[in-house]
């Protein structure tokens, strides 16, 4: 997989979230508004040609001709100009629309020579977490944008000075995640500073406020999105930014906007109890303001990068809940 230039980490399967109704589904509901940020994906008459065979649990394999010499055969991918994308078998959950996380199994395969390159086993026991974005990896975005949830897709990438033989690649998306928070706009919070967002990636901002911290803790919705409804004990998929607020807030101490999504449970002893006390019971795709005093956060004692007695404000976008 190094050709890819991709980062593809192994995670523990999540279960894929079946529906078809949004009225009935909050899974699909949550997704509802969500604005495409990559460009559609497009087929081609020479990746229909290719015959897909997906057993359960085992590696996809493809079947199309490969370069012979003697005979003068070709593979109908060896040529191509521009990637072409072909659903191989229909999900039913969101469409991948661009910038977002992903949990999927994968496998790639030589497109000139047919040669299985690197693959997940597809039965769970290695599936990968990718971000796919319309900058970084705006190619591979733009192959499964437009394609569902629980969909296996497959998209052939024209050759080039770094692959010189194309490849085929083949993704079973077992989970989409959304973006960014998605829902209704709410008031913003009396005695917090003010949440900006930047319009296009949804990326949060403060504006320094001209009053003091509160001395007690404070949770505010600041989206409310129309998901399934965070439970103690849930592994969530968040997007968060943290600034410390003394006298005044300066700038971001740290943000998963700077990476990746961060997968969390939201239990007292995994993560600090402002988080515990902020999150149960809001639903998937809000965007939530919390300010935690040292005693729902980390006390005297800090942490790593966190001084004693430390006064904290997060923003938290509620991407979607690991089940």
């Known amino acids: 997989m190094s050709k890819l230039r991709l980062s593809l980490t192994a995670l523990s399967v999540v279960a894929l979230l079946s529906g078809c109704s949004s009225a009935s589904n909050p899974n699909m509901a949550a997704f509802e508004g969500v604005k495409q940020t990559c460009t559609n994906f497009v087929g081609g008459e020479e990746i229909d040609k290719v015959q897909f065979n997906t057993p359960e649990n085992k590696v996809p394999t493809?079947?199309?001709?490969?370069?012979?010499?003697?005979?003068?055969?070709?593979?109908?991918?060896?040529?191509?100009?521009?990637?072409?994308?072909?659903?191989?078998?229909?999900?039913?959950?969101?469409?991948?629309t661009g910038d977002q996380l992903t949990i999927l199994e994968y496998a790639v395969y030589s497109s000139t020579t047919g040669k299985l390159l690197g693959a997940s086993n597809f039965d769970g026991s290695n599936p990968a977490s990718q971000v796919f974005d319309s900058k970084s990896s705006k190619l591979y975005c733009d192959a499964i944008t437009g394609v569902p949830e629980g969909s296996i897709v497959a998209f052939a990438t024209p050759s080039n000075e770094e692959d010189p033989e194309g490849s085929l690649f083949i993704f079973e998306l077992k989970r989409v995640y959304l973006p960014r928070a998605n829902g209704a706009e709410g008031s913003p919070?009396?005695?917090?500073?003010?949440?900006?967002?930047?319009?296009?990636?949804?990326?949060?901002?403060?504006?320094?406020?001209?009053?003091?911290?509160?001395?007690?803790?404070?949770?505010?919705?600041l989206v409310e999105g129309k998901g399934e409804v965070v439970k103690e004990g849930?592994?969530?998929?968040?997007?968060?930014?943290?600034?410390?607020?003394?006298?005044?807030?300066?700038?971001?101490?740290?943000?998963?906007?700077?990476?990746?999504?961060?997968?969390?449970?939201i239990a007292n002893g995994q993560v600090i109890s402002a988080w515990v006390k902020g999150l149960t019971g809001?639903?998937?795709?809000?965007?939530?303001?919390?300010?935690?005093?040292?005693?729902?956060?980390?006390?005297?004692?800090?942490?790593?990068?966190?001084?004693?007695?430390?006064?904290?404000?997060?923003?938290?976008?509620?991407?979607?809940?690991?089940?």
């Open 62 to 96: 493809a079947e199309f001709v490969t370069t012979d010499s003697k005979a003068g055969v070709e593979s109908s991918l060896a040529k191509i100009t521009k990637t072409q994308t072909k659903i191989v078998k229909m999900g039913n959950g969101p469409k991948f």
């Open 234 to 265: 849930d592994t969530i998929v968040a997007h968060y930014t943290l600034w410390q607020w003394s006298d005044s807030i300066g700038g971001a101490l740290e943000s998963s906007w700077d990476s990746a999504p961060a997968t969390l449970q």
């Open 189 to 221: 919070a009396s005695g917090l500073p003010q949440v900006v967002r930047d319009p296009a990636t949804g990326r949060p901002g403060l504006i320094d406020p001209a009053f003091a911290k509160p001395n007690v803790f404070r949770s505010h919705v």
């Open 282 to 323: 809001v639903k998937v795709g809000s965007q939530v303001e919390i300010f935690a005093t040292p005693k729902e956060a980390y006390g005297p004692s800090g942490n790593s990068s966190i001084g004693p007695n430390a006064y904290l404000l997060f923003v938290v976008d509620v991407l979607g809940i690991n089940k």
